[in-house]
């Protein structure tokens, strides 16, 4: 009915769709909660919608292809070998610290966690960081914005240690992002590190990339609800959060990692308390590959 009137579906109220069915005669008299039934039993939400996009990349089935293949373990049809690594790679841009103008109260029977609403803005940071698909370890940093050279140095950060210095090669699975997008920014990431292989997934489908899901874990059981005390406490929740759980001996134990900024130094941190489990996270609509288990349990 509200197509004949050029309008959505989701534009005329539950109201409108009573009054509209008793005047074309469908109906002589109904009740809003009758026809609320109706719309609810055909599963019809006028009120909800989805967005959706269709692919635009010609090549979206080769290229999503050959990202699918490496979380296999193959790329070009042949098994990778022993030395052969791949990483899933991406950012975080500007997460806010918000420092609330009064303490959160913690939850209660019967009530909710309160969170105050009004908060200062202590600065924003970028979050990079690269899964090893296949071995489940995890690599990030924090930076003050992203761009070619922060995700430099995330690439660094990775090919300094061993396996990766002395692998054979390293494949890089990314988004289309400024940072490393295109043939351009794969070239020249192979001539500073000749073992490199940057693969990219098609456009608009970074949703392929399997560092989103962990990071769909860090804003969930990180930064919800934001709240930090200053932007180095937000840093220090990031990168504390990605570490592998140690088995608590007492309170000496602690965790070192590294704030990457002007003059950032390795700083230890204590070790925090294992997050809640039992979240759902976007992204994970692919529950087939067994990395996502994995993945799953190194952080939970």
């Not at 609810?40 to 909800?48: G, Y």
């Not at 098994?79 to 806010?96: C, M, N, W, Y």
């Not at 990775?158 to 070239?187: C, M, Q």
Request: hydrophobic fraction near 40%.
């Amino acid at each position: 009915m509200p197509h004949s009137y050029g309008l959505p579906l989701s534009r005329w109220s539950l109201a409108d769709l009573q009054r509209e069915v008793v005047a074309q005669g469908i109906v002589a008299e109904v009740s809003g909660s009758t026809l609320w039934r109706w719309l609810s039993r055909e599963a019809i939400c006028p009120w909800r919608y989805r967005s959706w996009i269709f692919p635009c990349d010609p090549n979206f089935a080769a290229r999503a292809g050959e990202v699918l293949d490496l979380y296999q373990r193959r790329w070009q049809g042949v098994p990778l070998g022993r030395r052969d690594f791949v990483l899933s790679a991406d950012e975080k841009t500007s997460i806010q610290a918000r420092i609330r103008l009064h303490p959160s109260l913690p939850a209660a029977p019967g009530r909710h966690t309160r969170v105050e609403h009004e908060y200062q803005r202590g600065g924003a940071c970028a979050y990079l960081a690269a899964w090893d698909v296949h071995r489940a370890k995890l690599f990030g940093r924090c930076e003050d914005s992203t761009g070619i050279a922060p995700f430099d140095r995330l690439v660094e950060q990775v090919r300094s240690v061993e396996p990766y210095r002395s692998a054979r090669r390293v494949f890089w699975i990314t988004d289309n992002g400024s940072s490393h997008r295109g043939l351009k920014a794969a070239n020249c990431l192979r001539q500073a590190w000749p073992s490199m292989v940057l693969v990219h997934t098609p456009v608009h489908a970074s949703w392929l990339n399997q560092i989103e899901i962990y990071f769909s874990i860090v804003q969930c059981k990180v930064l919800t609800p934001n709240e930090f005390a200053c932007l180095d406490d937000l840093k220090h929740h990031l990168l504390a959060f990605q570490e592998p759980p140690v088995p608590s001996r007492g309170p000496s134990l602690a965790r070192t990692s590294t704030i990457s900024s002007p003059g950032s130094t390795v700083t230890p941190f204590a070790r925090l308390p294992e997050p809640p489990i039992g979240i759902r996270h976007r992204n994970c609509e692919n529950g087939g590959l067994s990395t996502v288990g994995e993945m799953a349990t190194r952080v939970w």
